[in-house]
T-cell receptor
Framework: NAGVTQTPKFQVLKTGQSMTLQCAQD?????MYWYRQDPGMGLRLIYY???????DKGEVPNGYNVSRLNKREFSLRLESAAPSQTSVYFC???????????FGNGTRLTVT | GDSVTQMEGPVTLSEEAFLTINCTYT??????LFWYVQYPGEGLQLLLK?????DKGSNKGFEATYRKETTSFHLEKGSVQVSDSAVYFC??????????FGAGTTVTVRA
């Protein structure tokens, strides 16, 4: 019963490096989300995909890009990492209708 | 815009104590309200929800009532256990797609 799977779990990058965070869900959910979690700020939405083939900006999209590869997979890319992007990143998915969201276990990213 | 404000932590309690975490919201429409819990090293899990005024959500001994008149959704538990130590997030949703989260409240329960 995998649910939402994120890889990697931990990553350290140098400023200017790029990387892609992967997310996959096996619940046949239509909607997928990327959040970042920072101390004292809760979760902030970076991007979301309401359905396969669509993506939309959330509250804090600058410095990120996303790809909804298929119904299962939604990746988050940092083209040129900055220390301000040090955070814990969560992927989530949702079936049709109202929330709840189902979350992965997170990726802890440090940019030095 | 739509937003949630929850009480700041951290909150430290002894086992069997009463827990309240305050949450108030601002929304233009009629939101659904949620409490999520995050245990150490894990993602968020839905704890309970309420979709309309006066609804009470409950789960694992936790309760919260959707109060439209005070725009609140406070989380309560009558007797906490060490296993309730976690970060608790209040959240609201106006439409089917987006949730807005509060900042989170860290709760530590001591034996």
């Amino acid at each position: 019963n995998a649910g939402v799977t994120q890889t990697p779990k931990f990553q350290v990058l140098k400023t200017g490096q790029s990387m892609t965070l992967q997310c996959a869900q096996d619940m046949n959910h239509n909607s997928m989300y990327w959040y970042r979690q920072d101390p004292g700020m809760g979760l902030r939405l970076i991007y979301y995909s309401a359905s396969e083939g669509t993506t939309d900006k959330g509250e804090v999209p600058n410095g990120y890009n996303v790809s909804r590869l298929n119904k299962r997979e939604f990746s988050l890319r940092l083209e040129s990492a900055a220390p301000s992007q040090t955070s814990v990143y969560f992927c989530a998915s949702k079936g049709q209708g109202s929330p709840p969201l189902h979350f992965g276990n997170g990726t802890r990213l440090t940019v030095t | 815009g739509d937003s949630v404000t929850q009480m700041e932590g951290p909150v430290t309690l002894s086992e069997e104590a009463f827990l309240t975490i305050n949450c108030t919201y601002t929304a233009t429409g009629y939101p659904s309200l949620f409490w999520y819990v995050q245990y150490p090293g894990e993602g968020l899990q839905l704890l309970l929800k309420a979709t309309k005024a006066d609804d009470k959500g409950s789960n694992k001994g936790f309760e919260a009532t959707y109060r439209k008149e005070t725009t609140s959704f406070h989380l309560e538990k009558g007797s906490v256990q060490v296993s309730d130590s976690a970060v608790y997030f209040c959240a609201l949703s106006i439409n089917d797609y987006k949730l807005s989260f509060g900042a989170g409240t860290t709760v530590t329960v001591r034996a």
